[in-house]
């Protein structure tokens, strides 16, 4: 009896010593899962948008377009000194790595540049800086009734004729549909975790 209790007893310390461990690697496996699909703020809550805009052609379009399109958003100026020169060369950041991914490079994904601040953000510097980067990039300028609702509807607080055109300066992921998938705010500037986000919504899409 006390052999038949001992064989027992060494069984489940091995099978628990060979056990844990698998465990903690198939929730290390989910957890990278999950991480890699939490990094940015949900924002599905938003409702979905749509906007007329005009590129630097002064030709109007709507957004979003017909053809099925990933956006990555974004809307600041080109003067700033603080958000937007961060902002802006992440989004050089995250087509480079677009680029060279055999999954996503296949894929129809535009970095769209919102001016708030048309006046000074003309045509030409905005071709100069933004659509001159490649086909993907395109500036926008939105109708300042337009830009203000875009604005309430994304919370990014831009204010019309404030001398320091304030505004939140956050990345939006946004679906073909108009939905936004995803919200970086100024501290999540990781292009790795974005374009794993990015990857994971197309996956599950």
């Not at 690697?25 to 906007?51: K, M, T």
């Not at 296949?106 to 708030?116: P, S, V």
């Amino acid at each position: 009896m006390q052999k038949r209790q001992m064989l027992w007893a060494v069984g489940f310390i091995i099978t628990a010593v060979l056990l844990v461990p698998l465990l903690m690697v198939v929730s290390q496996q989910i957890a990278g899962r999950d991480s890699s699909a939490q990094y940015g703020i949900n924002g599905e809550r938003i409702i979905p948008l749509s906007f007329q805009w005009q590129d630097v052609a002064a030709n109007v379009h709507h957004f979003p377009a017909q053809t099925p399109q990933y956006t990555y958003l974004f809307a600041g100026f080109l003067s700033c000194s603080e958000i937007c020169p961060i902002r802006i060369q992440q989004l050089y950041q995250l087509e480079s790595a677009i680029k060279k991914d055999r999954v996503l490079s296949r894929i129809d994904i535009a970095f769209m540049f919102i001016t708030i601040d048309p006046e000074n953000d003309t045509f030409a510097i905005r071709q100069q800086m933004i659509d001159a980067r490649s086909p993907r990039f395109i500036s926008a300028a939105l109708p300042e009734s337009d830009l203000l609702s875009l604005s309430g509807r994304l919370s990014e607080n831009i204010q019309s004729h404030s001398p320091t055109n304030n505004h939140v300066g956050n990345l939006y992921l946004i679906k073909p549909n108009g939905v936004v998938a995803r919200i970086y705010t100024a501290r999540q500037l990781s292009t790795d975790r974005m374009l794993a986000e990015l990857k994971f919504d197309i996956e599950s899409s």
